[in-house]
């Protein structure tokens, strides 16, 4: 009897230890590949988002497509965590570059991310800062972000991938003036729309987060122009990225 118990205890043990991974697209090109090659697909709607249960690379995940933005992206974060069983978090997409190191389809993973449009700073709080933190940023998971760079390495070339800060907000960036505050204000790399939203959810819940972007525009005057053109491209640069990360993990 002794034995069965410990039997037992050891076995959940060693299965609540196993991971399940929330990969998080915002639009359904960011998450094509990945659907395409899950096995054992289970699908549940909830708060009109479609969740998919199943294994990728023979890894637990739940891959969903949050919709556009920092509310769309929080909410499905918060239901993954609630109603997933997830311990790990992993954003992929697109997004407009700010650093003039960067060409399109190269690749950003977070380090840190800014909600670059939260701001109390007339109660003398820093830009981006939510009332109550000190840090403006949130931080991504130390172990993914190295997972991440290498896997971006080993699938595009160590000389398209970079890791730096995310800035996040409610606003398609398209003009060279917000580019360059958003380099100075918050030394970011890359912007889009749903990244630190993501990472605030996570860091919450005390979960690893990272966040990948493959730029599919500049965040310039042409950026409109740029992102259709090459939004699908660089949305498979990511996946693919993932796809290799989880193979590693
Ligand atoms: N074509 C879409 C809108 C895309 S919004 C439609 O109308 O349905 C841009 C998406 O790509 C967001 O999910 C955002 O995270 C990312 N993105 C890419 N370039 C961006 C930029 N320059 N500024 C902000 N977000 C950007």
């Given at each position: 009897?002794?034995?069965?118990?410990?039997?037992?205890?050891?076995?959940?043990?060693?299965?609540?230890?196993?991971?399940?991974?929330?990969?998080?697209?915002?639009?359904?090109?960011?998450?094509?590949?990945?659907?395409?090659?899950?096995?054992?697909?289970?699908?549940?709607?909830?708060?009109?988002?479609?969740?998919?249960?199943?294994?990728?690379?023979?890894?637990?995940?739940?891959?969903?497509?949050?919709?556009?933005?920092?509310?769309?992206?929080?909410?499905?974060?918060?239901?993954?965590?609630?109603?997933?069983?997830?311990?790990?978090?992993?954003f992929?997409?697109?997004?407009?570059?700010?650093?003039?190191?960067?060409?399109?389809?190269?690749?950003?993973?977070?380090?840190?991310?800014?909600?670059?449009?939260?701001?109390?700073?007339?109660?003398?709080t820093k830009?981006g800062?939510?009332?109550?933190?000190?840090?403006?940023?949130?931080?991504?998971?130390?172990?993914?972000?190295?997972?991440?760079?290498?896997?971006?390495?080993?699938?595009?070339?160590?000389?398209?991938?970079?890791?730096?800060?995310?800035?996040?907000?409610?606003?398609?960036?398209?003009?060279?003036?917000?580019?360059?505050?958003?380099?100075?204000?918050?030394?970011?790399w890359?912007?889009?729309?749903?990244?630190?939203?993501?990472?605030?959810?996570?860091?919450?819940?005390?979960?690893?987060?990272?966040?990948?972007?493959?730029?599919?525009?500049?965040?310039?005057?042409?950026?409109?122009?740029?992102?259709?053109?090459?939004?699908?491209?660089?949305?498979?640069?990511?996946?693919?990225?993932?796809?290799?990360?989880?193979?590693?993990?």
């Amino acid at each position: 009897m002794k034995k069965l118990t410990l039997l037992l205890t050891l076995l959940t043990s060693t299965l609540s230890l196993a991971d399940r991974i929330a990969i998080i697209g915002a639009m359904d090109s960011e998450i094509k590949i990945l659907l395409s090659q899950m096995k054992n697909i289970e699908q549940e709607e909830k708060a009109s988002v479609v969740f998919y249960k199943g294994k990728l690379e023979n890894k637990d995940v739940v891959v969903f497509k949050s919709g556009i933005g920092k509310v769309n992206a929080a909410m499905s974060t918060t239901i993954a965590m609630e109603e997933y069983d997830v311990n790990k978090i992993i954003f992929t997409g697109v997004a407009g570059a700010i650093n003039n190191n960067l060409n399109i389809t190269d690749v950003v993973v977070s380090d840190y991310l800014v909600q670059h449009d939260y701001d109390t700073t007339v109660f003398g709080t820093k830009k981006g800062a939510v009332p109550g933190s000190v840090d403006a940023k949130f931080s991504a998971d130390k172990n993914l972000i190295n997972i991440a760079k290498n896997s971006a390495e080993k699938v595009l070339g160590k000389d398209k991938v970079y890791v730096g800060t995310i800035a996040t907000g409610d606003q398609f960036i398209a003009d060279k003036k917000t580019v360059q505050a958003l380099e100075s204000e918050f030394g970011a790399w890359a912007v889009e729309m749903e990244g630190a939203a993501v990472a605030h959810v996570a860091n919450l819940y005390k979960t690893p987060v990272v966040v990948i972007r493959s730029m599919s525009d500049k965040a310039d005057g042409s950026a409109h122009m740029n992102y259709n053109d090459f939004v699908n491209i660089a949305a498979d640069n990511s996946a693919k990225i993932v796809i290799n990360m989880l193979s590693q993990m």
